[in-house]
């Protein structure tokens, strides 16, 4: 009888642990499909539409991307909506298509004026966003695009120039070529003046500027020594952050030269292949890609400013490495750069996935360590100095890196 209980005990027990077992298992199962129902972004699509799908939970209206209060026209927004629209030509999801259409909907009224923009400010950094433009205006034809990107491409020709040629930065920033501006202006004009200039010395005329413009921050911005360029340069030497002899600013900002080279290689797509500028801009591309490939830290990442890594303050950044993954990867598929840049960019763009993207439970993207902002002169003064460029804001999510990064993870199909 004894032996009769204590097997029953066992049976008992036995099946109790099963029962709670099964209940665990049953209940695991209930919260893992709970928790897959609450994703708003998979994880089996690729970076590329990953990261714009969490730009738009982010920033549900397009015109408030930079973590604006108020809609604004702007080159960050021009930035997202070029790789959206990138995303969109491979995915068609119409979520992404309806996000670029609506920026340029609420942004351009039916005159074609621009909201928020002005003309008579020459400010380089507004033109970016004329790219949305060219690539809806393909798509439906209407008439007040058009009419916008006239008025984009009259600042061009209006622009005001240094001595030699070069477009200012900003018309509040007299005799300066910024880095920047080069990728602002450059790819959006070429384009323009492909599509829509029909008289062929026009057209010649703005592609001859616009090769002019690298060839002049080449001559004037490029440090012999390291082969980086300086973020900026002043005709002038008047401002405090120029260099009284040179003109140029003090250091070598890492986005600085991002937007650089992304520059060269988008307008290499337009620039025609018998224009004798060409190969001195792949000429450019290839001394660029060595001078920012000898400073690439064993991470893959690149720092805050290029060639101060051991200094106290510095950091890994992320939009300058998103940006020269995006150049490397894009000129060695084109054949514009040698095949070893592709192992370049594949080595930055696992330090970008392993070290600064993260990943909420909802499956929303982050990218994290980005550069808020940099600039010179001002109000109040930027004085280009190191202790400058690394301490201005660090945030994630930066839409100067998420764009980037979007376009980095199309050209590595990542």
């Known amino acids: ?56 939970h982010r920033f549900p209206k397009a015109s408030l991307l930079d973590f604006r209060d108020t809609p604004k026209w702007s080159y960050t927004n021009g930035l997202v909506l070029s790789a959206a629209a990138r995303v969109y030509e491979q995915t068609n999801n119409p ?22 923009y002005k003309l008579s400010n020459q400010n380089l950094d507004m033109i970016k966003s004329g790219d949305v433009l060219l690539y809806l205006y393909s798509k439906t034809k209407e008439e007040r695009f058009l009419k916008a990107m006239e008025t984009l491409n009259s600042q061009m020709e209006t622009q005001p120039k240094t001595s030699d040629g070069g477009y200012w930065h900003k018309k509040v920033y007299p005799n300066q070529m910024w880095l920047d501006g080069l990728y602002m202006a450059e790819p959006f004009h070429t384009k323009y003046a492909v599509d829509f200039i029909d008289d062929a010395d026009k057209a010649q005329k703005i592609f001859d500027d616009v090769v002019l413009q690298f060839d002049l921050i080449q001559k004037h911005s490029r440090d012999e020594k390291t082969g980086l360029l300086y973020h900026g340069w002043d005709e002038s030497k008047e401002q405090r952050w120029a260099n ?27 620039l025609p292949e018998n224009h004798s500028g060409r190969e001195r801009i792949i000429t450019y591309l290839n001394q660029y890609a060595e001078a920012i490939t000898a400073v690439q830290h064993e991470t893959g990442l690149w720092y805050q400013v ?54 909420e439970e909802n499956g929303v993207v982050n990218l994290n360590k980005c550069c808020g902002v940099a600039g010179l002169g001002g109000d109040p003064y930027r004085d280009g100095s190191y202790e400058y460029y690394v301490n201005e804001i660090i945030r994630s999510n930066d839409p100067k890196g998420t764009g980037p990064f979007i376009m980095a993870s199309l050209e590595l199909n990542k």
């Open 1 to 56: 009888m004894i032996v009769l209980k204590k097997i029953l005990v066992v049976v008992f027990t036995l099946f109790v642990t099963v029962l709670l077992s099964s209940c665990k298992n049953e209940k695991k199962e209930v919260n893992e499909a709970e928790i897959v129902k609450e994703k708003e972004i998979s994880d089996t699509l690729k970076w590329s539409e990953r990261m714009i799908l969490s730009e738009i």
């Open 95 to 116: 979520k992404i298509y309806n996000y670029i259409y609506e920026y340029a909907d609420e942004m351009i009224d039916s005159a074609g004026n621009i909201k928020t």
């Open 244 to 270: 009284k002899e040179t003109g140029n600013s003090q250091h070598f900002w890492s986005r600085g030269m991002g937007w650089y080279g992304m520059a060269m290689v988008d307008v290499l797509d337009f």
């Open 306 to 359: 290029l060639d101060q890594g051991n200094r106290e303050g510095n950091y890994l950044e992320a939009t300058g490495t998103a940006m020269f993954v995006y150049t490397f990867a894009k000129s060695a598929k084109k054949g514009y750069l040698d095949a070893k840049y592709l192992t370049v960019a594949e080595k930055g763009y696992k330090g970008l996935i392993d070290n600064l993207i993260s990943v």
